[in-house]
Each structure stands twice: as C-alpha cells, then as structure tokens.
Nanobody, 123 residues
C-alpha cells in the first residue's frame, strides 16, 4: 500500500503558475503509475495528467501544453507544474496511484488517493 499527500495549492491570478507535489509514504512511488485528477464544485472528478512506471506521460486536452507531470524524486514525489492558469482550472486537485505499469484516465482504476489540494485561479 501507499499513502499519498498533496501540497502546494493556493490562490493564483489568471495567467500565473503553481506547482503541486504528491508525496508518498508506505511504499516507493516508482512502483505505481500516478495521475492527477481534479474536481470542480458540482462536477465529476476528471483526469488531468498521468505518468506511467516507464515515465510515459499523457495529458487531457484541456491542459496540454500548460500542465506537466514529473517524478521529482522517483521514490517519493510526483510534481504537477501548472502554467498559464485560468479560472476553469479552479478545482480540488487529487493525486492518485495504481499498481500498474500503465496510466488510466478512469478514476475507478486508481486504488490510492490523496486528500486533495485546493487550487483557485482568480484576480
């Protein structure tokens, strides 16, 4: 098993940048495919970006070219760099992990979740 904890959320102005981190404990994160999801008020939790165990990456169309996922420390930490933020990016961001080589865009395929970190984009 692995426990996940997000950090780095907050308030940012439109056009700004923010970096989130997902820290793991209980197991090494390189054993898992990891993804970031987000959930805005009244909406379903949606896939944002993911990284496989072999470090292949995929991103939702809405964030391509703006958001980047990376294994900052292959054993313990995955980061999410978010640039050119806009109001539609406002949501709670969740880190998720699955004991598989491949990424999935389906939240049901992830066994482990962090508690979430609020990101608010507003002037």
């Amino acid at each position: 098993q692995v426990q996940l904890a997000e950090s780095g959320g907050g308030l940012v102005q439109p056009g700004g940048s923010l970096r989130l981190s997902c820290a793991a404990s209980g197991n090494i994160l390189s054993n898992y495919a990891v993804a970031w999801f987000r959930q805005a008020p009244g909406q379903e939790r949606e896939f944002v970006v993911g990284i496989s165990r072999s470090n292949n990456k995929i991103a939702a169309d809405s964030v391509k070219g703006r958001f980047t996922i990376s294994r900052d420390n292959p054993r313990t930490t995955v980061g999410l760099q978010m640039n050119s933020l806009n109001s539609e990016d406002t949501a709670i961001y969740f880190c998720a992990a699955r004991p598989s080589w491949s990424i999935s865009r389906n939240k049901e395929d992830y066994s482990y979740w962090g508690q979430g970190s609020q990101v608010t984009v507003s002037s």
